[in-house]
């Protein structure tokens, strides 16, 4: 459970009153008026509940002036929560409430997917401390080092927080998570370019080889691991990002980019290149559907109406990229056998 906490004018109580009681939260109290003639209100709510109660604060305080709603996460309540309440519904509707007690809210999502696609200097400082690492790793052939890496992942967050901003019609998260995505490619294949022209080994290790080339197995990785997550962000499970940043890597490929660039390898370059375009591809497409099938959609309905038509309209695209992409892919191993 979780506490909904609303500053707002006085004259909203009887609302949020009646807001608690339709949707039969756990407790409600109220602080003491302010001097501003606000009032702090409290509602411990389930999390069947919660977005139910969220929807409906934000419905009668759109317009209102001052008031914040306040999401305070909770790691146990005493007594503990019986479930007697539930044995009154029905079957399905027990079902759903279970389906909605296991996702955050749209808010916590967008809160969280947010930050993550920041530009800013601690980005853009994550994305050449990633390349960096990145690159030592290939070009030693240690893939401890690639995996660190991976894990440091700055590039993951941006794209998920695209296919969450087409979602939900948020124009502004759609547009920073794309400057995002493109400036951190194009600095980390521009910063691995310097270190190839600098680096005094070889470029022939494996695992710098092993992502000059993708092979069709790569797509379903990159399917399985973008659905996840999403699917870890709707439920709140982020201890599963670390496993999708490793599996469905964006930085090695990057980086492989530009240290092929720096010695004239061209073909290899291009194939790094397909690699990185498919890993992309394939996080917008599945993590867009998994936002899709779990109902995460604007509050409003003119809002849902407009994001559904976008949504559609972006998987669309994504899957004809991808299909353009196999083309390319095929055509890529038949001229090289």
């Known amino acids: 459970m979780k506490i909904i906490e609303v500053i707002a004018d006085a004259g909203h109580h009887d609302t949020i009153l009646g807001i608690a009681e339709q949707q039969q939260v756990e407790d409600i109290w109220f602080g003491p008026n302010n001097e501003d003639g606000r009032i702090s209100t409290r509602i411990l709510v389930r999390p069947e509940k919660r977005q139910k109660v969220l929807d409906a604060l934000q419905t009668i305080l759109h317009n209102a002036d001052n008031y914040h709603v306040l999401i305070i996460p909770l790691d146990t309540a005493l007594p503990k929560v019986t479930e007697a309440e539930s044995e009154t519904l029905s079957g399905e509707q027990q079902e759903q409430d279970k389906k909605t007690a296991l996702m955050s809210t749209r808010e916590e999502i967008l809160a969280q997917v947010e930050k993550d696609a920041q530009l800013d200097s601690n980005f853009i400082l994550l994305v050449i401390l990633s390349a960096i690492v990145a690159a030592i790793g290939l070009l030693e052939n240690n893939l401890a080092v690639i995996v660190g890496a991976m894990v440091i992942a700055p590039l993951l967050g ?37 270190i190839g022209l600098i680096w005094p080994g070889n470029f022939d290790s494996m695992e710098l080889i092993a992502r000059t080339d993708v092979q069709y197995s790569s797509t379903a990785i990159a399917l399985a691991s973008g659905a996840a997550a999403a ?60 936002f899709l099938f779990r109902g995460i959609k604007p509050r409003t309905w003119l809002d849902a109406h407009k994001a559904k038509q976008s949504r559609l309209l972006y998987i669309v695209i994504w899957i004809v990229m991808l299909a353009l992409l196999f083309v390319i892919i095929y055509f890529r191993h038949k001229t090289q056998t």
């Open 158 to 194: 941006p794209n998920i927080a695209f296919s969450l901003g087409a979602s939900l019609g948020e124009t502004k998260l759609v547009i920073e998570s794309l400057k995002a995505i493109f400036l951190g490619i194009i600095v980390a294949v521009l910063f691995s370019v310097g």
């Open 231 to 290: 699917l870890s962000l709707v439920s709140g499970t982020s201890g599963v990002l670390v496993g999708v940043m490793v599996a469905v890597a964006l930085m090695p490929p990057a980086v492989t980019i530009g240290l092929m660039l720096s010695i004239g390898e061209f073909n290899h370059a291009l194939g790094a290149s397909l690699l990185l375009a498919v890993n992309i591809v394939c996080i917008n497409l599945s993590s867009k559907l998994v």
